[in-house]
């Protein structure tokens, strides 16, 4: 039988030279991306927080670095980061060997970083141009939804809220009058000028001092009535009116995080499309970097659009040449502001794709379909029948955008054998038609389909969608960690950020493997 040799273990002596970790990473490690990105940052703002004396501080730029690299480790939790930070030989070289624990971390991250996030994104993202793997002349957008860190169960809806506000405010105003009716003396009388229609908790206030104050000599009746007001109903209007403020132009939001709304989710594991508090991330990309994100708060993507190329104009000085997007975003302001920007704008709006079948060109009852007389300012119905203007109104949007809708009406729909095909309300028909709308809707789709509308079409959906799909499922970054609008942010701007080093540790991969080909 042949011996056996196993290697020698190494002695438990204390070394002269000490190993440098450094020998037992890989050159092409992401580690080392990282460490020499994070040293090309500018992070004065944030050197000038710390307001010396106390304890020592650990140093920002290790913290960033520590950051970083966790989120491109897929790694968000404080806890799992302080852990690692004992455990992986990455992470201890890293740090040089320090430890912040998870309270730390998670202060930084909360605290330090607010207000800067934004600022070394874009910090990476120009070190990215200057590499040249972006241009920042072309946005592909596009939003999704994320889950906030709080219960599904803890919503706060508006409807119900206008609804016991209004319950309230009625009952109040009962037993005002009900007060008023028990005081004999009309001097006293606290209701002899009329209650407003809407009851506020400072009128509450007021009248309820008064009674206080004023009156006295009051049966225990009345007595019952004025502490009831005092002690349950004002208490009860003060909640609804600061649940009310909360809302803000919102429907709904979460007791637990008020920032976020709720919002029916796609990835739900139920399959039924739950309602979920959540926020509406909003990207752009090019080459599948991300180049901006905005976090909003509303479900729709449309009201998005303008804040968020606001948001890209803010960070780098002008607006990107192109801007493409799907059909969530095409509306008539949206519209406006690419024209009143000079912004080539690639956007879809609802039913691009429905008009170009067959059956939505051959249906001569569609209004788009109709033909109108521009000089004479009337449209004529499949009978013949000219349908003329009866007059203009106006609709706001959630926005404050004012859209002009010109309504026009068949003089005679008594009779008509085709009635029934295209108009089954009672009356002669009428229709909305905005011109401005259908003007730029004209010019979106000559554009949509151009060949650079056709290109920058079959493009989009493996721009903004496969990041989407990068960090969601294959990063398994579904839910925040964070709650609030600021810090949301913050989490968000760490991932678009891994995002993009993980895309930059791609290219940089690549290249090299190209060069010793």
């Known amino acids: 039988m042949k011996k056996i040799v196993f290697k020698e273990l190494p002695n438990k002596q204390a070394q002269l030279f000490p190993e440098n970790l450094l020998d037992h990473i890989p050159k092409n490690h992401p580690v080392l991306l990282v460490d020499e990105v994070v040293e090309q940052l500018d992070i004065s703002s944030i050197l000038r927080k710390y307001k010396g004396g ?65 600022t070394l994104f874009a910090e990476v993202v120009r070190l990215l141009q200057e590499m040249g793997f972006i241009s920042l002349q072309v946005q592909y957008i596009d939003g999704t939804k994320i889950e906030a860190a709080t219960n599904k169960y803890t919503f706060v809806w508006r409807g119900s809220v206008e609804k016991n506000k209004a319950k309230l405010e009625e009952k109040i105003r009962r037993i005002l009058k009900d007060i008023d009716s028990q005081i004999k003396d009309d001097s006293r009388s606290i209701t002899k000028e009329c209650l407003p229609q809407s009851i506020d908790s400072e009128l509450v206030k007021s009248k309820v001092a008064e009674l206080n104050t004023k009156i006295k000599d009051v049966n225990k009746a009345t007595a019952k009535q004025v502490r009831q007001l005092q002690e349950e109903h004002l208490p009860r209007l003060e909640k609804y009116e600061r649940q009310l403020n909360t809302l803000g132009d919102r429907n709904s939001y979460s007791r637990t995080d008020e920032d976020a709304t709720f919002i029916r989710m796609k990835e739900d594991h139920m399959r039924n499309g739950q309602l979920k508090p959540a926020y509406n991330p909003q990207i752009s990309t090019e080459n599948q970097i991300i180049t901006h994100y905005s976090i909003h708060q509303t479900p729709g993507d449309t009201r998005t659009f303008k804040s968020h190329l606001e948001g890209f104009k803010n960070q780098y000085g002008s607006h990107s040449t192109t801007v493409v997007a799907d059909a969530g975003y095409g509306s008539e302001e949206n519209y406006e502001y690419l024209e009143e920007n000079n912004i ?30 521009n000089q004479e300012d009337y449209f004529i119905c499949p009978m013949g029948q000219h349908m003329t203007n009866i007059g203009e109104s106006k609709k706001t949007t959630e926005n404050g955008y004012v859209s002009k809708v010109t309504r026009y009406q068949a003089k005679n729909c008594t009779g008509c054998p085709l009635r029934g095909l295209y108009y089954k309300a009672v009356g ?56 609030g609008l600021i810090k949301v942010e913050i989490e968000f701007g760490l991932i678009a950020i891994a995002h993009n080093l993980r895309k930059m540790e791609t290219v940089s991969f690549q290249h090299r493997y190209d060069t010793n080909l």
Not at 91 to 116: A, E, H, M
Not at 436 to 465: M, N, T, V
Request: positive net charge; glycine residues 4%; contains cysteine.
């Open 54 to 118: 106390g304890a020592s501080s650990f140093h920002p730029r290790m913290m960033i670095k520590i950051l970083f690299y966790s989120y491109l480790s897929n790694i968000f939790s404080c806890r799992k980061i302080e852990r690692t930070l004992q455990e992986n030989i990455h992470f201890i070289w890293l740090s040089k060997g320090c430890v912040p624990d998870f309270r730390t971390i998670n202060y930084f991250r909360g605290k330090r970083l607010q207000g800067d996030i934004k």
């Open 344 to 373: 080539e704008g690639f956007v879809k709006y609802n039913y691009f794709h429905k008009e170009q079948k067959r059956a939505f060109e051959k249906s001569a009852f569609l209004a788009e379909n109709l033909y109108y007389n």
């Open 428 to 483: 002669n028909r009428i229709i909305e038609v905005n011109h401005r709308l259908r003007k730029l809707k004209k010019k979106a789709r000559e554009k949509l389909l151009s060949e650079h509308g056709l290109y920058h079409r079959s493009k989009r959906p493996i721009e903004p969608e496969a990041v989407f799909g990068q960090i969601k499922y294959n990063n398994k970054f579904n839910r925040f960690t964070l709650k």
